[in-house]
């Protein structure tokens, strides 16, 4: 785990290298939050890595949230989706989950043109699957604001395990 001084005396590409995955297949978000520099705290740290993505065009958004996996997928996942899914139990599923994920995936994907994300730290199965039914009558652009915020939480949580408070 790294502390804040140890971040703030890396080099951009060093900065990059380190925490460039924490945003799924998106190291410009990393590349954007190293400009900010030098960080008075983690917390300070995670803002700039919001601010990064708040602030970046739309276009640039959907790639970040479309680069996400599917919940409960059987694809290749990368170590931290890995890591996060396995944790609430998404690799252990019934044949019957899986199917119902499987079927919210794919409306969420034909109803907004982009995966469900939600930061599944901390939360069940049901707790996603209730989550899936109530998002999906959401307007596009009240949808794409939850899942920009769930993307936030996402990036947080894997800041929050690597960096020292």
Known sequence: MKNIDDINAMSEGEFIAAFGDVAE??????????????????????????????????????????????????????????????????????????ARFTEFNDLHKLTYGFPFIFAVKGATKHQILAAFAERIGKSYDAEFAITLEQVQRIIRFRLEERVAP
């Open 25 to 98: 297949h998106s190291p410009w978000v990393a590349q954007a939050a190293a400009r900010e520099r030098p960080f008075m705290s983690r917390a300070h740290l995670i803002i700039a890595f919001a601010d990064s993505l708040v602030t970046a065009d739309r276009a640039a958004q959907l790639d970040l949230i479309r680069a996400h996996p599917d919940l409960a997928t059987r694809a290749r996942l990368t170590p931290d989706s890995t890591r996060e899914q396995s944790g609430v139990g998404l690799d252990s599923l019934t044949e019957e989950e899986f």
